[in-house]
């Protein structure tokens, strides 16, 4: 791992002239959050850095929410996202578990995929739901990413961890002499482990990852019936965390297929020909979601398949808060 | 083989015949663009050109590359859509997913096969694979149900396996007209009739759920090994590529962990009979 540091102001000019040769990405601020905008020369000065995740989940660089799968039109400009958190990183590791497999690697997924450089972001705030760290994942960048940065005292710290890392370090002409001081680095250790223990108090009493299997499989009936009371299947929770990427194949003329987002959280998801649908009831489809993350996803794959991200505890109009959940079903 | 390259992307293939088989069954005789080859009890998706896609295995010997067949039970949507389609009209197929039957598992064995209803399609095609490893196999009891006389599918490949040695053949319908001189009752009462070697033997069984369900049942009974029940599961499905999650069986994706399983596999996971 190499790392460097550059001031801001030369981090900024720096970025500017790679808009010629990539689509950058990175969360600007809004009203309420902040979210990923492609950059103009104008958005650069309001990118934010160090915070946790944009709205929008990494995922949806990868899989769009409706494409056509049927026609080759992957555009090949490099892409850079910048400002991704860990645990979405951790979220795409887990995508790539079902997307990038040995037998049937897909196109458009791995042609993205490859065309993309990550620079994660070290999280050195926290947001009220986040709660990656119950769950095993760090809030700082690591070599999941191709680089991660941070900036404190007016300077980025980036620290490369890929070839293609390197070859961005490269585009952006930036000498990988300028090794950041060791003050810098100690103070920006001591913010991610502030961090840390943070989340780490807030979520107290909160079941670890080790946990949530057990409780969510011997959870009886009334508990999801009683949660779900409050559900209306908006799918609002699928469509916003990072690891959920169930989908549905449309047809149109010309043998075309297009690939639309799905959820278990709808109607019909299982609905099998003579209309049995083992998802019918509503309690079901909500505990199928949770069955799926903690029980079944676990069993089947190396990669965490819920990163503690929070976004769905956010978005639901329910409110219905699994961590509210897991904290009644660990008493 | 894969599908074309694009995963996604239908393999163009004609219409060349269409079998009535019963009043709800219709066998659709395929001629694919290219060469297409599947191992038995593997499935395919066969779209109908912008309306939509649904899983079928093939019913034909897998021994043959240039042409395939599907039997297909009128039921909903896209099947009601199939059944209206002639000679000369395009479908698309995409595939071969899934795994298969395990066939060097069978060598040396007794082989007791129950299907019901639409179940005998991939039946059949375990059928033909079956005769041309028949040596290798003790001998091949099937065991098949349907509702009615009526719905009995592909007559003369009844009498056709009949007349093959080792191969034994047992039917009952659940209601008899006057013309019918074999067994009356669900599928099962013919196990009651059959005779194997169940030390040396393994079962198949495919077919509607409930079938499924308590054919399984009695072949645990039976003494049958958990290990040695193959069950052909049936799911929603829409990629067959373990991505879309819509056939996602507990820790299974039976698109590709399956369709076929022991019961031993799945015994424990949710939902198996629907
Ligand atoms: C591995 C496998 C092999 C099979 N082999 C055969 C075979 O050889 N022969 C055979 O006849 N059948 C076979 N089947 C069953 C066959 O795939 C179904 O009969 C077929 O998919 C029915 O499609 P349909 O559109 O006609 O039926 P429909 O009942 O109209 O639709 C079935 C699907 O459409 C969707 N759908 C329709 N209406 C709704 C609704 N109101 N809400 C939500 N969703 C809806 C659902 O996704 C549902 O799965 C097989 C199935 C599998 C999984
Ligand atoms: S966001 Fe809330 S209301 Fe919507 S489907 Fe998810 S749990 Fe149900
Ligand atoms: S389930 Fe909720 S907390 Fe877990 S990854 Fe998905 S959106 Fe984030
Ligand atoms: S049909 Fe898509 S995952 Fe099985």
Known sequence: MNRVAIPKREWDERLIHLLSSFDVFAPVENEFSSDYLKLDEEAISHIVYNKPKPVTPLKNFFLPVKENVTIEGIPTKPVAIIGTPNCDVMALLFLDQIYLD????????GKRRENSTLLSTDCLSIQEHCHCTSYGIEPKGNESSDISLALIEDQVILSVFSKKGEKFIEAMGIYVTLTP??????????LQENVKEQLLERNKGLPDYKQ??????TAADP??????SDCVSCGACSAICPTCSCFLLIDKPGFEKIRQLDTCQYPGFERVAGGEDALHALSERFRNRYMCKYVWKPQKYEQKACTGCGRCIETCIGQINKNELFIELSN | MKTNGNLYKPLKSELIKVIDESPLIKTFVLVPEQDFSFATGQFIEVTIDGMGEAPFTPSSSPLKSDQLEVTVMKTGYVTDHMHTMKPGDKMGIRGPFGRGYPLENFHDKEVLILGGGCGFAPIRSLLYNLIAIADKLRKVTLCYGSKTPEDCVYKPYIQELRDTPKFEVLRSVDQPDENWTE???????????VTMDISNSIAVVCGPPVMMKFGTLRLLEMGYPENDIYLSMEKNMSCGLGKCGHCMMGKYLVCKDGPVFTYDEVKDQPHIWN
Request: glycine share 4%.
């Open chain 1, 223 to 228: 508990i999801w019936e009683k949660y779900a």
């Open chain 1, 212 to 217: 949530t299997g057990k409780l969510v499989s």
């Open chain 2, 183 to 193: 067994r009356v009752g669900v599928v099962t009462v013919l196990l009651d009739e």
């Open chain 1, 102 to 109: 040995n037998e049937y690697p897909d196109p458009a997924y």
């Open chain 1, 181 to 190: 001081e060791k003050s810098l680095l100690d103070r920006l250790h001591e």
